[in-house]
């Protein structure tokens, strides 16, 4: 059975960007890269000593269209170790999941819908993250 290796990320749409990077910069500490709005918190992970990882902490704009069909103001990101695998997983427990996986230099992405409706962001790291 395919199962979840830890928290990818943590997205959320937010009505103030400028305000809210300077509140979560000045309140919080969290280093906010204005070229994503975000930040990577890294870390080892602890079932794989050795192995690098990090957990992306992002805004992203009240009208961003990334989380739909989601009305959710949020979007949770897990790690997994092979997505095609979860998502085949998915799809024979009647999961919604959408067609489209992305490739690029940062991994392997792939999407679903709770049972709720809130779109989750399934990433597959490349090889050595």
């Known amino acids: 059975m395919q199962r979840v290796t830890g928290l990818g990320g943590i997205f959320f749409k937010v009505r103030d960007m400028a305000a809210m990077v300077a509140w ?10 204005e070229g994503w709005n ?4 890294r870390w080892a992970e ?3 000593p050795g192995r690098p990882g990090m957990t992306v902490w992002s805004l992203f704009t ?3 269209a990334y989380f739909d069909p989601s009305t959710a103001p949020f979007m949770v990101n897990y790690r997994v170790d092979d997505l095609d695998a979860m998502l085949a997983q998915l799809r024979a427990n009647g999961a919604a999941v959408d067609e489209r996986v992305e490739e690029g230099e940062y991994g392997r992405f792939g999407w679903v819908m709770d049972p ?3 779109r989750l962001e399934l990433w597959q790291p490349p090889q050595g993250s």
């Not at 979560?24 to 890269?33: A, E, F, S």
């Open 38 to 41: 975000g930040h990577a918190f």
């Open 46 to 48: 602890g079932v794989r």
């Open 24 to 33: 979560y910069r000045d309140n919080l500490g969290i280093d906010i890269d």
């Open 116 to 118: 709720e409706g809130n």
């Open 62 to 64: 009240q009208d961003s």
